[in-house]
């Protein structure tokens, strides 16, 4: 047991430590920065207002205008579309176009909310062509103080600008006007274009991890008699590059997994891409640590993925992302380092049995000339 519990807390340990550095890199990188609107697998890289409208179901489209306040009162949005069809609360839908207000917040006194957001959308294939007019109004104060602040977002053609104000009951924001076809000197919507970003940062997350577990999995064995032909420099070498590199095959997959089920739902998606990253660590870092069984492993590392995932959504609402991906780190490497002690008393206790005779028929073939020592 003793064992046992040590490797877990070196594995724990390891993580941890090579989780923080990389926290200072990605600090020192402004890595979350630029990954913004980019849906990552340990990363919170969506705004407060599309974290709102993920939320409330909305849809998401081109154009797309998007309304956030931070109290009870009821603000609403307005959009006259290039066909001349007015979009708000009483004419939901543009018949013509398909524009629809499919999130309206506030006006119901069951569900008011103190993060509110409202949404118009149009399918990219079917928005018509010209200029569209959008505004907010101040429909009813509902006990909150005025003037309300809000934030208006617009998405455009792979663009996104924000606008800012505030409003007393009864007044309506300055009008904007624009074309999506004329929006070039609006900032890059950062998600339509950094995939790429997403699956790189995570592919070094994870080899980062597999390398660290490889090395302090290995080492601290040599002290509890296992075989010096795992400690020369080739196979700590080898066993360096070949965690690094399914670790980072692990990350990538796992990322892969997440991208695109996270827009039906994120959390489902953090669950089986996390599920799938600490499965496929657990077997590749068993080619690479002596006394790290195979189905051990596999089962260790999905299931410290699992708890990583529960951990990094508990602490996306409670802390943030940032404390979120230590966790995960902390659990796998736990998970995992655990096993390495259960095989060494499974082992044991067949020694005892068996009276020295060893039936080699019996034991995984990997394990027979260890046990005939």
């Keep these: 047991m003793g064992t046992r519990l040590l490797f877990g807390v070196i594995g724990l340990m390891t993580a941890l430590l090579g989780a923080w550095g990389l926290e200072r890199l990605f600090a020192w990188w402004r890595t979350p920065d630029a990954l913004q609107d980019t849906r990552t697998l340990l990363f919170r890289t969506d705004p407060e207002i599309v974290q709102r409208l993920r939320q409330a179901g909305a849809q998401f489209g081109d154009p797309q205008l998007s309304l956030m306040w931070n109290n009870i009162n009821d603000l609403d949005l307005h959009c006259i579309e290039p066909t001349g069809v ?39 294939s079917s928005a018509p062509q010209g200029i569209y007019e959008v505004y907010v109004h101040h429909f009813a104060n509902h006990g909150a103080p005025d003037p309300t602040p809000y934030t208006l977002r617009i998405v455009a053609n792979g663009r996104v600008r924000e606008f800012r104000g505030s409003l007393r009951p009864g007044e309506e924001s300055q009008h904007v006007r624009f074309d ?17 970003l997403a699956l790189l940062v995570m592919a070094g997350w994870g080899a980062l991890l597999g390398l660290l577990l490889a090395l302090m999995l290995r080492l601290p064995q040599r002290w509890f008699g296992v075989d010096a032909r795992h400690f020369g420099w080739r196979p700590v070498l080898g066993g360096l590059i070949g965690g690094a590199i399914l670790g980072a095959v692990s990350g990538a997959i796992g990322q892969i997994i997440f991208y695109p ?29 002596p006394n790290l069984p195979l189905n051990p492993a596999r089962l260790a590392g999905a299931i410290g993925g699992i708890m990583g995932a529960y951990g990094f959504l508990w602490s996306l609402a409670q802390w943030s992302d940032s404390t979120g991906r230590l966790i995960v780190a902390g659990l796998l490497g736990l998970a995992i380092g655990l096993m390495i002690t259960i095989l060494r008393a499974q082992m044991a206790i ?24």
């Design 261 to 289: 089920l996270a827009t039906l739902s994120e959390s489902f998606a953090r669950y089986l891409g996390l599920l799938t990253l600490g499965g496929l660590l657990g077997y590749g870092l068993h080619h690479f640590i």
């Design 86 to 124: 007015h979009i708000w609360f009483r004419n939901r839908r543009s018949e013509p176009t398909g524009g629809e207000l499919d999130v309206d917040a506030n006006a119901d006194p069951t569900t008011r909310t103190n993060r509110p957001v409202e949404n118009i959308y149009w399918a990219p």
């Design 180 to 196: 999506p076809a004329q929006v070039h000197d609006w900032a890059v919507l950062s998600g339509t274009s950094r995939g790429w």
């Design 350 to 373: 067949v020694r005892v049995r068996s009276g020295g005779q060893i039936v080699a028929r019996r034991l995984p073939r990997t394990h027979q000339l260890e046990l005939r020592r």
